[in-house]
């Protein structure tokens, strides 16, 4: 009897089996093909510069990491769009202002990046941005960036800050003003492909 009940289970686990493997698989859905990422084109790599002055001080500069391109803000905080003027420039050499000493920038190309906005406060002379002339901006970390190899502060003299970004190569860039900060983004590459 113990034989023939286990020979029923067996027979059971069996047909169990069979119908299983009968019905179909349903096939689960397929995820889409992520979007390409398309970057931008047309920045160039010329000098872009906008004349304007603002009352206001630097006290901030930042960085981050985009598909498309690297960036850098410079934090100047109650300035409306229109007063933040700045000039933009690949260099051969980073030259202080008033000094002329030379700092440098490690890259294959450097961005002059000055900013019309002291790192001091106009009336007092004290510091709102704690760099050192020659020296790494404080707080930022390149590693791990595809375009900036390096960042320097050159010093603020007659009301303007000065700095150093050392890049890949002669990459094309975009400056936008914005309340209260100016955005430099440079690309990646000139084809517009983004990074995989």
């Not at 410079?74 to 260099?91: E, F, I, Q, T």
């Not at 440098?104 to 406060?121: D, H, K, Q, T």
């Amino acid at each position: 009897m113990l034989q023939s009940r286990t020979m029923c289970a067996t027979a059971v686990l069996l047909g169990a089996t069979l119908v299983t493997a009968a019905v179909p698989a349903v096939a689960a859905p397929v995820a889409a093909p992520a979007a390409a990422t398309v970057c931008p084109t047309g920045w160039g790599s010329t000098d872009k510069a906008v004349t304007a002055a603002t009352s206001t001080s630097v006290r901030d500069v930042r960085t981050g990491r985009h598909d498309c391109y690297d960036r850098m803000v410079v934090d100047v905080p109650g300035a409306a769009r229109a007063d933040l003027g700045y000039s933009v420039r690949y260099v051969d050499r980073l030259q202080q202002d008033g000094s002329g000493r030379h700092i440098p920038v490690f890259g294959g190309a450097i961005l002059e990046v000055r900013v019309n906005a002291p790192a001091y406060a106009p009336g007092t002379g004290e510091a709102t941005y704690p760099a050192r002339a020659g020296r790494a901006l404080p707080g930022v970390d390149l590693t791990g960036y595809r375009t900036f190899r390096d960042a320097r502060f050159a010093g603020s003299f007659e009301g303007d800050t000065q700095l150093g970004l050392g890049v890949r190569g002669r990459l094309p860039f975009r400056v936008q003003q914005l309340d209260g900060r100016l955005v430099i983004d440079v690309a990646h590459n000139w084809t517009g492909a983004a990074a995989r």
